[in-house]
């Protein structure tokens, strides 16, 4: 048995839902996360996700691929690791029920949450840097692009190491994180702009 076939034998779309902080409803509705949902319209059925605003669909493979920006066999593996699946272990005992504890499951949440953000911030990063690269030597260098020289290499390994790191390390990284409110006012910023740029289209389209 391949890994994806493990993975998706032992872990339901619900439970990685959950796991990795969406809020799922009664019926296994969520806001869907992949576009501005007000109102929940994807539904979890146990072995694949679909949506009703925007389309997207899959298995739970594709679900993990898509919140973290990962390949097929990256999301694999990072739901292997995170749902303790060993392919050396027969898959009775893969699917046997694991303890929930709330430490750990609120520790999970907050995880998800740094990555999230610093994903959000690595994808601004990367267009920062292309579209105000300067056209000429004489140019001066808008902070948003030296900005983007100086954070991209750092916040890319940031989230390479929340996604594969021991989890003795990324409970580490999501402590320092979390320090001095450095999250809390990244995702503020990172809020505040794409409002900006939100008003901006409006006018622009006006």
Known sequence: MTLFELVKQAVCVPEAATYYGLQVSRNRMVCCP???????????????????????????????????????????????YDFGIDPDKPPAAIALPKPERPLLKAYRQEEVRCLRVLCDYLHLLESWKVQHTPKTPEDVLDDRFVEACQMLDYVEYLADLLIAAELEQRVKIVEMLNKDGLIAGLEERLNRLKKEDDAHEKQSAA
């Open 34 to 80: 992949f576009h501005n949902d007000r109102h929940p319209s994807m539904k979890l059925n146990e072995r694949y996700f679909y949506c009703f605003g925007c389309g997207v669909t899959g298995d739970v493979i594709d679900l993990v691929a898509r919140l973290f920006d990962l390949s097929s066999y990256e999301a694999a593996q990072k739901l292997a």
